[in-house]
C-alpha cells in the first residue's frame, strides 16, 4: 500500500519530467448541483498540455437517488500563450460508472451502468500568485443505458476552477 501511495504521488507531481508548469484545482459550483471535479493538469510541451480529472455525482431526481464516479480528460491547446494559463481548447473525454437506485419502495431497485461522454471545451486561466482561477464550458455528448433504456445525449458543461498553480 506504502508503495503504491509513493508511486502515485511521485507519477501526479513528476510525469512528465520535464514539465515545469502545472495546476491542481477544484469546482466548488458544481456542488449546487451535486457534482464535484478535481482536475490536475499539466504541460506537456511549448503549446499544450493535458488535464486528467475525477468526476463525482450525488443527486436525486424523482424517486431516484443517483451516484457516479468516473475519470475524464482533456488536451488542451493554448492560444498565443504558455500552457497552463490563458486561453485553451481541446477535446474532451469522460467516463461515468453509474449507480440508480430507486427510493420510496419496500424492496427497492438498483441500476448500475456506465456512460461514455466525448466532445470539446474551451476556457481561461488566470494565475495570480499561484492561485488559479479558471472559467470553461463546452458540449459533451454521452453514451450509455440503464435499466434497458438509451439514457445520454448532449450536455452544456460549465464551470469556474479554483486551485493552485505551480
Not at 469546482?27 to 499539466?42: A, D, M, R
Not at 475525477?54 to 457516479?68: E, K, Q, R, W
Not at 470539446?120 to 495570480?128: A, L, T
Not at 479558471?134 to 443505458?145: A, D, N, P, T
Amino acid at each position: 500500500m506504502k508503495r503504491t501511495m509513493l508511486f502515485l504521488i511521485i507519477f501526479f507531481f513528476n510525469f512528465p519530467l520535464f514539465s515545469q508548469s502545472r495546476a491542481v484545482s477544484i469546482n466548488p459550483l458544481g456542488l449546487f448541483w451535486g457534482v464535484l471535479n478535481v482536475q490536475y493538469e499539466f504541460r506537456y510541451d511549448l503549446d499544450n498540455s493535458i488535464a486528467l480529472r475525477a468526476n463525482f455525482v450525488g443527486y436525486d431526481i424523482g424517486t431516484f437517488s443517483n451516484s457516479a464516479f468516473g475519470f475524464g480528460g482533456t488536451y488542451r491547446w493554448y492560444h498565443s500563450t504558455k500552457p497552463v494559463v490563458g486561453l485553451w481548447y481541446g477535446p474532451s473525454a469522460d467516463i461515468l460508472f453509474w449507480s440508480a437506485k430507486q427510493k420510496n419502495r419496500i424492496t427497492p431497485a438498483t441500476y448500475n451502468s456506465s456512460f461514455l461522454g466525448i466532445g470539446g471545451d474551451i476556457g481561461y486561466k488566470w494565475n495570480f500568485n499561484q492561485f488559479g482561477v479558471e472559467l470553461y464550458g463546452g458540449l459533451r455528448y454521452y453514451f450509455g443505458e440503464i435499466a434497458g433504456l438509451s439514457f445520454g445525449g448532449a450536455s452544456l458543461i460549465a464551470g469556474v476552477n479554483l486551485g493552485y498553480v505551480w
